[in-house]
């Protein structure tokens, strides 16, 4: 199975290629390419498996 078939598995690569290169040191507020490849990658992958979307919840206060 190929990449192009398996948007999921794509998107988990892209998630897991912008892990490695925060946990190489690259700097999340920096503007090297490295961290726009970072971004990018994270950018791709929720646009290829987006988040389960969030239940409402409930607010307690006291």
Excluded: C, I, Q
């Excluded at 892209?14 to 925060?22: G, Q």
């Amino acid at each position: 199975m190929t990449y192009k078939d398996d948007p999921a598995r794509l998107a988990r690569l892209l998630h897991d290629l912008a892990k490695a290169l925060e946990d190489a040191g690259v700097n999340a507020s920096g503007s090297s390419s490295a961290r726009h490849l970072m971004d990018d990658a994270r950018a791709a992958a929720r646009e290829l498996d987006p988040p389960e979307p969030r239940k409402p919840g409930r607010l307690h206060g006291f």
